[in-house]
C-alpha cells in the first residue's frame, strides 16, 4: 500500500508534511506521511531531540523516515522558546511571545531534520535569521504570523513563497542533495 513512496515524514504535525512534501517533490522525492506522536525527550539541544525522536519513530515503523525538530529563538529572551517551541506555542502562543519580546526582535527559526534508516542516522541544519512581528499579521500556522524573515516586510503567513526560503527548504535541500548521492 505504501510502496509508492520512496520514504515517510513522520510527525503529529501534519502542516510540517505538507511543507516537506512540497520541497521535496521539488527534488524529484515522493514523500508518505505516517502521523504519530513521537517521544519528546527534554533537553537544550535540538539536535539531541531530533536524533531521539528519529530513533522512536524506527523503532515503532521501521522504514526509512525523516523526522524534523524545529526551534523559534528570540535573542532579547535568551534563545526562548528554542526547543520548547511546540511546549510553549500549545501554552503562552503567539500573544504570549509578542508581549515577552520588546525592543529587540532579532530572532531565527532553525530546523533538524534527520533521516533514519537501517543503515544510516544523518542530520540536516537549516537556520533563517528574522524578526518577530509587532502584532500578528496573516492566517498561517505555529508562529508563522509572527515571523517576518529577514530582507521581506511580510510574516511567513502573508508570504506565498515561504517554502522557497524557509528553514524547514534548507535543511531538505542539504538532505536531498546528501540523501540522492548516497
Ligand atoms: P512533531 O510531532 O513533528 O514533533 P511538533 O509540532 O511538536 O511536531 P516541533 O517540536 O518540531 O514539532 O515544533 C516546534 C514548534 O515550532 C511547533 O509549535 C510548531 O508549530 C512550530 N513551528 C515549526 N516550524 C514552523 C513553521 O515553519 N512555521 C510556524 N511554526 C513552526
Same mark, same amino acid.
Given at each position: 500500500?505504501?510502496? &509508492?513512496?520512496?520514504?515517510?515524514?513522520?510527525?503529529?504535525?501534519?502542516?510540517?508534511?505538507?511543507?516537506?512534501?512540497? %520541497?521535496? =517533490?521539488?527534488?524529484?522525492?515522493?514523500?508518505?506521511?505516517?502521523?504519530?506522536?513521537?517521544?519528546?525527550?527534554?533537553?537544550?539541544?535540538?539536535?539531541? %531531540?531530533? %536524533?531521539?525522536? !528519529? *530513533?522512536?519513530?524506527?523503532?515503532?515503523?521501521?522504514?526509512?523516515?525523516?523526522?524534523? =525538530?524545529?526551534?523559534?529563538?528570540?535573542?532579547?529572551?535568551?534563545?526562548?522558546?528554542?526547543?520548547?517551541?511546540?511546549?510553549?506555542?500549545?501554552?503562552?502562543?503567539? #500573544?504570549?511571545?509578542?508581549?515577552?519580546?520588546?525592543?529587540? *526582535?532579532?530572532?531565527?527559526?532553525?530546523?533538524?531534520?534527520?533521516?533514519? =534508516? #537501517?543503515?544510516?542516522?544523518?542530520?540536516?541544519?537549516?537556520?533563517?535569521?528574522?524578526?518577530?512581528?509587532?502584532?500578528?499579521?496573516?492566517?498561517?500556522?505555529?508562529?508563522?504570523?509572527?515571523?517576518?524573515?529577514?530582507?521581506?516586510?511580510?510574516?511567513?503567513?502573508?508570504?506565498?513563497? #515561504?517554502?522557497?526560503?524557509?528553514? *524547514?527548504?534548507? !535543511?531538505?535541500?542539504?538532505? &536531498?542533495?546528501?540523501?540522492?548521492?548516497?
Amino acid at each position: 500500500m505504501h510502496k &509508492s513512496f520512496d520514504l515517510f515524514f513522520v510527525s503529529s504535525n501534519s502542516h510540517k508534511y505538507h511543507e516537506a512534501k512540497n %520541497i521535496l =517533490d521539488l527534488f524529484g522525492i515522493n514523500l508518505g506521511f505516517l502521523k504519530s506522536d513521537l517521544k519528546e525527550i527534554q533537553s537544550n539541544s535540538l539536535h539531541d %531531540i531530533a %536524533i531521539a525522536k !528519529a *530513533r522512536d519513530a524506527f523503532s515503532k515503523f521501521k522504514k526509512p523516515l525523516l523526522i524534523e =525538530d524545529d526551534g523559534l529563538f528570540i535573542d532579547s529572551i535568551a534563545g526562548f522558546p528554542g526547543p520548547y517551541s511546540s511546549y510553549v506555542f500549545k501554552t503562552i502562543g503567539n #500573544k504570549g511571545i509578542l508581549n515577552l519580546v520588546k525592543n529587540n *526582535r532579532n530572532s531565527k527559526f532553525v530546523s533538524i531534520i534527520t533521516y533514519c =534508516d #537501517k543503515n544510516y542516522l544523518e542530520s540536516f541544519v537549516g537556520k533563517l535569521n528574522g524578526k518577530i512581528s509587532k502584532s500578528q499579521k496573516g492566517k498561517g500556522w505555529g508562529y508563522d504570523p509572527i515571523f517576518i524573515p529577514n530582507n521581506s516586510k511580510k510574516t511567513f503567513a502573508e508570504m506565498n513563497n #515561504k517554502n522557497e526560503l524557509s528553514h *524547514r527548504y534548507k !535543511a531538505l535541500k542539504k538532505f &536531498s542533495k546528501w540523501y540522492l548521492n548516497k
